[in-house]
């Protein structure tokens, strides 16, 4: 497909664990975007990448968040030391320039709950 | 204060209703603005971008009111497959890349 792809759909870390979140942005996208995105709530913005260079991250909640795209293609959102307030949907966004009027195009989303 | 504000929800209304939904935001630099649905446990999709001049899409139409920092999504004739949450999206911050996310307001259209 050419869709956004995100991996996995569903995760469950115990409290303490580690998680990596994968996302494959649509082909030739400069921006990818991560956001989060409680039960009820609509997403919030974590973090922007314009291809390999992370312009934005000040939506990332604490230091054991942390995000990369080191070839500008395919983005990893790594969440160090899960804790329970960390469950949530991660979304993954990508847009053509991010410029204006330009739409972002989402991944289905990586349901990570923490036990 | 929050960056995107919307109305609080959720509306019920029957098939072939009019409604409206309202979004106000707080950086005046904002350049690009958008509707999103959102169905239960999917992604959202874009729904319309707003236009300075507004804009009609079918039953749908989007308005901007740049002096007053406000948006409106009006749905005519609504279906039952209207049902879902309606985002007020608003692109434009410090690098004019941030899509910027209200909370939305769920719709429920009811047979």
């Known amino acids: 497909g050419a869709g956004v792809s995100q991996s996995p759909r569903y995760k469950v870390a115990k409290r303490g664990q580690d998680v990596a979140l994968r996302c494959d942005p649509i082909?030739?996208?400069?921006?990818l975007f991560w956001y989060q995105q409680a039960l009820g709530q609509g997403p919030e913005f974590l973090t922007y990448f314009q291809n390999e260079a992370q312009l934005d991250k000040s939506g990332l909640p604490s230091d054991r968040f942390f995000a990369e795209r080191p070839e500008g293609s395919v983005s990893t959102l790594k969440i160090q030391r899960t804790q329970q307030e960390d469950s949530a949907v991660y979304l993954c966004?990508?847009?053509?320039?991010?410029?204006?009027?330009?739409?972002?195009?989402f991944g289905q989303g990586t349901r990570l709950t923490v036990v | 204060r929050k960056e995107v504000e919307q109305d609080p929800g959720p509306f019920n209304v029957p098939e072939g209703a009019t409604v409206a939904f309202n979004c106000t935001y707080s950086?005046?630099?904002?350049?690009?603005f958008f509707w999103y649905r959102q169905d239960c446990r999917k992604e959202p999709k874009l729904l319309m971008s707003?236009?300075?001049s507004g804009n009609e899409d079918g039953r749908f139409t989007a308005q901007l009111n740049r002096a007053s920092q406000y948006i409106s999504l009006l749905i005519r004739d609504s279906k039952l497959s209207d049902s879902a949450t309606y985002l007020c999206?608003?692109?434009?911050?410090?690098?004019?890349?941030?899509?910027?996310f209200g909370p939305g307001t769920r719709l429920s259209v009811l047979p």
């Open positions: 999206v608003v692109n434009g911050d410090n690098y004019g890349q941030n899509f910027v």
């Open positions: 082909s030739g996208h400069v921006s």
């Open positions: 950086n005046s630099a904002s350049q690009s």
């Open positions: 707003v236009y300075s």
């Open positions: 966004a990508s847009s053509f320039r991010g410029s204006e009027n330009t739409e972002a195009f």
